[in-house]
């Protein structure tokens, strides 16, 4: 009889003792140990208020008031501009959250924009689920090619617009340290595709998973992290003449706390608050993750998720930078290009010319290292010659080991000791 894996993380990879998945982008056992210190303290915390005829009680279909009051001063000081609480809706995170808009606001008639490349498991399911239709907007240095947008928007079908159903078409981005490139938006691609937006009707959302996760330091204090850049929300300004509320920011505490947690958030116009209300989900189910809000709600007002950011901030700043170092070290010369990103958890990684992503992972897999494959983030199937790397999972050492190897397999087929 074949023996069972310990359970579904040792059987997928990420818990196994053997491998060393660079394709994982949560955070990894050392970090999530910090976390459940943390919310350990919250829950008690809150066990302790006896305020348990509202915490374990259906919640307002936003959120609890206390959570959204203390989720919008922690977000205040982590991006460094204002939050403000009424735009707040807590949600079962980022997924959840962009599920919930396509399912309210798209249909058969309208389509769906999305970044090439892009988060590839939205894509892929989205494009699955057949129920709208999916086009690609390609990459630039800065952010998506809005002249091809407008392109493509200029085109879209007439569509009756009603109270229900205000958008012509959703354009999905992530234009703060970008899944996959971990490039962020330019003021001025942030300000276009606002003014794009409000013109030809459309819903933007934006997952703003990894915002606070900027490794970028004042030249003068080196312990001190600047801010990421604006998020496309902000730009989205209520005090515009022509403001209508086309941006929804959707956030997460996956990548900074831990994804079990399925907790997230939206700052949302309120027009399209009031049409989320009003499904079964939000409705029936009166809000989501009241109680793990709760809790959280806790552990921001204690400051320790302002502490452990700070932390993860470090270590990530260092894993990233060692890794890049690296790689250019060790394969730079021989054409494998990075553009260094200012935050998040991903690298991405153009292969020399001639050396295809599939054919580095079969060669890094016999020494079980993996790592995600370009192709995959793409729509179209283009970026055969790009690879994904986290630095999220593990720690340094271990992060290097796969790292090492993942340079032996470029190296071996660049240079053709290898064919495949
Ligand atoms: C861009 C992006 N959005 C959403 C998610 C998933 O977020 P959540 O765990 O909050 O559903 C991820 C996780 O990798 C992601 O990279």
Not at 34 to 40: K, M, N, R, S, W
Not at 119 to 147: P, T, W
Not at 202 to 215: E, I, K, P
Not at 228 to 257: H, M, P, T
């Amino acid at each position: 009889m074949q023996s069972r894996p310990l359970n579904q993380y040792e059987e997928g990879g990420i818990l196994h003792p053997e491998q060393i998945c660079l394709n994982v982008g949560s955070p990894g056992p050392d970090l999530l140990h910090l976390v459940a210190g943390y919310i350990e303290k919250g829950a008690i915390a809150l066990t302790k208020k006896y305020r348990h005829e509202e915490t374990l009680q259906y919640s307002p279909l936003r959120g609890s008031y206390l959570v959204r009051e203390e989720l919008a001063k922690f977000l205040t000081r982590q991006y460094g501009q204002k939050v403000d609480k009424n735009d707040l809706f807590i949600t079962c995170g980022a997924t959840a959250g962009i599920q919930l808009l396509i399912d309210v606001f798209m249909d058969g008639d309208r389509i769906v924009f999305v970044e090439n490349p892009t988060y590839m498991i939205f894509a892929r399911h989205l494009r699955k689920s057949g129920k709208v239709s999916l086009s690609h907007v390609n990459m630039e240095q800065d952010g998506i090619d809005l002249d091809d947008l407008e392109k493509q928007v200029q085109g879209l079908p007439k569509l009756e617009l009603t109270p229900e159903k205000p958008f012509r078409a959703l354009v999905y981005v992530i234009s703060t340290h970008h899944n996959p490139t971990g490039c962020c938006y330019s003021e001025v691609k942030s300000r276009r595709l606002i003014s794009l937006a409000r013109k030809h009707k459309l819903l933007v959302v934006c997952d703003d998973v990894y915002n606070t996760l900027n490794y970028q330091v004042d030249p003068t204090e080196p312990e001190k992290f600047l801010f990421s850049s604006q998020r496309l929300f902000a730009y989205d300004d209520k005090n515009d003449l022509d403001y209508e509320g086309n941006v929804v920011s959707n956030g997460s505490f996956s990548k900074i706390a831990a994804p079990s947690l399925r907790l997230g958030w939206f700052e949302i116009p309120d027009h399209v608050a009031k049409r989320l209300e009003d499904t079964f989900l939000v409705e029936s189910g009166s809000g989501m993750s009241a109680f793990i809000s709760s809790i959280m709600g806790e552990v921001l007002a204690s400051g320790d998720m302002d502490g452990h950011l700070q932390y993860l901030r470090k270590v990530y700043k260092k894993r990233m930078e060692t890794t890049i170092s690296t790689i250019e070290k060790r394969v730079g010369g021989l054409g494998v290009k990075i553009r260094p990103p200012k935050g998040g958890v991903f690298i991405w990684i153009q292969l020399p010319q001639g050396v295809d992503a599939a054919h580095v992972l079969q060669l890094a897999w016999k020494s079980k290292v993996r790592f995600l494959c370009g192709e995959t983030t793409s729509v179209v199937g283009d970026f055969k010659n790009f690879i994904r790397v986290s630095i999220s999972f593990y720690p340094l050492r271990q992060l290097l080991l796969g790292v090492e190897c993942l340079c032996t397999a470029i190296q071996k087929l660049a240079t053709k000791q290898v064919t495949l």
